[in-house]
């Protein structure tokens, strides 16, 4: 009987570390495709309705126009005419107050995305929050500040890598991880459970 139990724990076990992670990437998947598809669907839906006068949802209608719509801003983006159109876009988005700071911090991200470049230069250990304790940062800049080199370190808070504190350190304070940037951010995501 208790070996009995002890397969059925180790089954289970080894069944849980299989089917948790595909079930979160199946949640995470079918909540980003409802919401792209909710975007436009419900407006198409409404189109839809107006024009047969009958209430009808074609689920993924809305995904499959979003994507019909960015091919075509790509056709756009990619020619001379639709070049210069986007180019007055984005200096028109660029000027309006409070749309200006969305649209050019979205820009850059995808900007990075796109190069496929990290904004972090290097992953280091700096001394932080207390001295004699590590904490893995990313090199995001260097400044002169009074005379003085200074490295700026972010240092993200796990396993949310997109909040931290970004803090200025002299650059003996600033000691190298021996991790690449790749290495480091699956050290963070996974709160340092994916040591390299």
Known sequence: MESFVKHLKEKFGAGLFIVI????TLFILKFLFSFADGILGTYLDGMITAITHRESHFYGLGMITGIIIVYIVGLLATNVMGHHLIR???DLLSR??????IYVSSKQLT????????TYRRAVFVEWPRQG???VGFVTAEVVRQGKRLVVVYVPTMPNPTSGFA????????LDSGMTVEEAVKFVVSGGMVVV
């Open 96 to 101: 309006i107050p409070l749309v200006k700071s």
């Open 133 to 135: 304790v590590l904490a």
């Open 111 to 118: 900007s990075v995305l796109k190069d496929g470049k990290s």
């Open 167 to 174: 803090l200025f350190f002299h650059e003996d304070e600033v």
């Open 21 to 24: 992670p595909l079930g979160i």
């Open 88 to 90: 007055w876009g984005d």
